[in-house]
C-alpha cells in the first residue's frame, strides 16, 4: 500500500499511483453479486452449462461486478492521508474488453489522470486499468471520477 496526501496529489498528474495485489473473483462472489442485482443470467451463475457453451468452459463475472470492485482495489493500494471524506462521482467512459472468468485473478492499473477544484476540495479523474491474470488483454478500462474533501486546518 502507499500513502497519499490528498493535499499534494495534484503533483502527481499523469502518474501511475498504484497497483493493486491480485484479487480472486470467486463463482460465491459472482452469486453474491447476482443476488443483490437480481441478474441471474447463466452466463454468470450456471456453471454446468457455462461449461457447455462458453469458450471459457466456466462462467463469467458481470461487468458491474468487475466495475464495483474498483473501490476496493484502490481502497487496498492508496492510503489517502489528509483525507476528511471521498465521494464516488461517477464514470466518465467504461469499457469492458474482455470476460473474467470465474477463479480469474485481477488487478488495477491506477493513474491519476486530472484534478479540477470543486467546492471545498476537488475531483480526481482516476484512469483505471483493470487486468486479467494471465490475460492477453485487459479485463475493463474505466475513467473514474472521485471528490476528494481535505481535512481542515
Request: aromatic fraction near 12%.
Given at each position: 500500500m502507499i500513502d497519499?496526501?490528498?493535499?499534494?496529489?495534484?503533483?502527481?498528474?499523469?502518474?501511475?499511483i498504484a497497483v493493486s495485489d491480485w484479487l480472486e473473483v470467486t463463482q460465491a462472489r459472482i452469486n453474491?453479486?447476482?443476488?443483490?442485482?437480481?441478474?441471474?443470467?447463466?452466463?454468470?451463475?450456471?456453471?454446468?452449462r457455462a461449461a457447455l457453451e462458453l469458450p471459457s468452459k466456466t462462467t463469467i463475472a458481470?461487468?458491474?461486478?468487475?466495475?464495483?470492485?474498483?473501490?476496493?482495489?484502490?481502497?487496498?493500494?492508496?492510503?489517502?492521508?489528509g483525507l476528511r471524506m471521498a465521494i464516488n462521482y461517477g464514470l466518465n467512459r467504461v469499457r469492458f474488453v474482455s470476460p473474467v472468468p470465474s477463479g480469474c485473478r485481477i488487478r488495477a492499473c491506477i493513474t491519476l489522470h486530472a484534478i479540477e477544484p470543486v467546492s471545498g476540495?476537488?475531483?480526481?479523474?482516476?484512469?483505471?486499468?483493470?487486468?486479467?491474470d494471465g490475460g492477453d488483454k485487459p479485463a475493463a478500462v474505466a475513467d473514474?471520477?472521485?471528490?476528494?474533501?481535505?481535512?481542515?486546518?
Open positions: 497519499v496526501d490528498v493535499r499534494t496529489i495534484g503533483d502527481r498528474i499523469g502518474e501511475q453474491q453479486f447476482a443476488d443483490a442485482t437480481g441478474d441471474h443470467q447463466w452466463i454468470h451463475v450456471d456453471p454446468e458481470h461487468g458491474f461486478l468487475t466495475l464495483s470492485l474498483l473501490s476496493t482495489l484502490i481502497r487496498e493500494s492508496i492510503a489517502f492521508t476540495g476537488f475531483q480526481a479523474t482516476w484512469q483505471v486499468t483493470v487486468e486479467r473514474w471520477l472521485v471528490r476528494y474533501y481535505p481535512e481542515q486546518g
